[in-house]
């Protein structure tokens, strides 16, 4: 059973890096063509990807967030992460991690979500 | 980027009844090997996204047949009959063949 389970800090202020936390269970990303993306959504409004990571250690950026993003694995520890540098209030939202899985390209799992406010 | 516009935005439906969304590219979707990677997903209130169809017309594990997707290039759609409660929510189209990967800006299916 693949389940994933994104966590975060809930509340920062404009300036700040964001660290973002996915932990899942059910598949490895040491696995050939295991990836794990994410993507976010303010509320009320549309979904955006940010960023992929694969099992060998790809990685792809949305460049609308101009070089603020970095997109790692711990592979041992079954986990992904994600940093936003310099959040402003724009980035308020929720962010979900999904496995990228048998299909490349597909987000086939994904996570509850973590809601991220950014305020002063 | 790869613009991806839905329609319609809003889509009130009976229950049993059928529905139709529609999915259009800004540019083909088809990727060099062949594959079109353009996806439906279905996010019920208060929940993650869910993926229902992926590569245009495959349903995914568990997704009853009365969710179908077709199309090709530039021109997508889903069709849903027979709709249930449960279909209720707002439906995206997702395309993967180029980066950045972009989704549709998502139609909301109500009961009429």
């Known amino acids: 059973q693949v389940t994933l389970k994104e966590s975060g800090p809930g509340i920062l202020q404009p300036s700040q890096t964001l660290s973002l936390t996915c932990t899942f269970s059910g598949f490895s990303l040491s696995t050939y063509g295991m990836g794990v993306g994410w993507i976010r959504q303010p509320s009320g409004k549309g979904l955006e990807w940010l960023a992929n990571?694969?099992?060998?250690?790809?990685?792809y950026y949305n460049p609308s967030l101009k070089n603020r993003l970095t997109i790692s694995k711990d592979t041992s520890n079954n986990q992904a992460f994600l940093k936003i540098t310099n959040v402003d209030t724009a980035d308020t939202a929720t962010y979900y991690c999904?496995?990228?899985?048998?299909?490349?390209?597909?987000?086939?799992?994904w996570g509850q979500g973590v809601m991220v406010t950014v305020s002063s | 980027d790869v613009v991806m516009t839905q329609t319609p935005v809003s889509l009130p439906v009976s229950l049993g009844g059928q529905a139709s969304i529609s999915c259009r590219s800004s540019?083909?979707?088809?990727?060099?090997?062949?594959?079109?990677?353009l996806h439906w997903y279905l996010q019920k209130p208060g929940q993650s996204p869910q993926l229902l169809i992926y590569?245009?017309?495959n349903r995914f594990s568990g997704v009853p047949d009365r969710f179908s997707g077709s199309g090709s290039g530039t021109d997508f759609t889903l069709k849903i009959s027979r709709v249930e409660p449960e279909d209720l929510g707002d439906y995206y189209c997702?395309?993967?063949?180029?980066?950045?990967?972009?989704f549709g800006a998502g139609t909301k299916l109500e009961l009429k």
């Open positions: 997702l395309q993967s063949t180029h980066f950045p990967y972009t």
């Open positions: 999904a496995r990228i899985g048998a299909y490349p390209g597909i987000f086939d799992y």
């Open positions: 540019q083909s979707l088809v990727h060099s090997n062949g594959n079109t990677y």
């Open positions: 990571i694969w099992w060998d250690d790809d990685k």
């Open positions: 590569r245009v017309s």
